[in-house]
């Protein structure tokens, strides 16, 4: 892999987002999963903490490449995905409309966290509690007891607080300012927090939020 391919950059990030709005309601998928193919680096980032979630987002995003792949027409959106499986409220066992749904909770998460690590930079905020907070408001809600409490000994284990804002904000092992955080920080908050609300309205309408 090339060298530029294997730092994260959320400009990246933002682009791929801003393509998949589709309309006033929908998003597309293809770009959609490209851009969780860039979030997902940010795990890798994070260090071993988040090796689970770092596999399960390639697993699923490999998902739904196939189911794409197969099946455009159905699968162009997410919106058009829904509709293909759950015209009869009953949605099969393993399909699309399940396995994004599991990033759809990522998502979450990682937005809370950028924003944290944004204003961390102004209130002194430790990166673990930045961590644990963003963890508890979002993915914990969805994982096991060992898990959770995995976590919350795992957050002192994370890089420093120069080693992650680098990874998040600059294309490669330069310095960043204080300005450019903020900036990226909230083009990713805006542009994630609309492809983030899209799909929670589709998913609520639908009732599939709760699939197990």
Excluded: W
């Excluded at 400009?11 to 801003?18: L, N, Q, S, T």
């Excluded at 294309?171 to 542009?191: C, G, M, P, W, Y």
């Amino acid at each position: 892999m090339a060298q530029n391919e294997q730092h994260f950059n959320l400009d990246k990030v933002i682009d791929h987002f801003e393509q998949a709005l589709n309309g006033n309601e929908d998003i597309f998928m293809e770009q959609y999963l490209e851009a969780y193919r860039e979030l997902n680096k940010i795990f890798g980032i994070l260090g071993r903490i988040f090796g689970f979630v770092e596999s399960d987002v390639t697993e699923k995003v490999a998902i739904l490449d196939t189911f794409l792949a197969n099946d455009k027409a159905n699968y162009s959106s997410v919106g058009t995905m829904i509709k293909h499986e759950c015209h009869s409220n009953q949605c099969p066992k393993g399909n699309g409309s399940r396995t994004l749904l599991r990033l759809h909770r990522a998502l979450q998460f990682i937005i809370l966290f950028v924003e944290g690590l944004k204003n961390s930079q102004d209130n002194g905020m430790a990166i673990s509690t930045v961590c644990k907070t963003s963890y508890d408001k979002t993915l914990a809600n969805y994982h096991g007891f060992f898990i959770r409490k995995s976590v919350a000994v795992a957050v002192y284990t994370l890089p420093s607080r120069e080693y992650i804002i680098k990874g998040f904000f600059t294309h490669a092992d330069e310095d960043v300012s204080n300005q450019t955080i903020h900036i990226l920080a909230d083009k990713f908050k805006r542009v994630g927090q609309n492809v983030y609300d899209r799909i929670q309205e589709m998913y609520t309408h639908n009732n599939l939020l709760e699939l197990p």
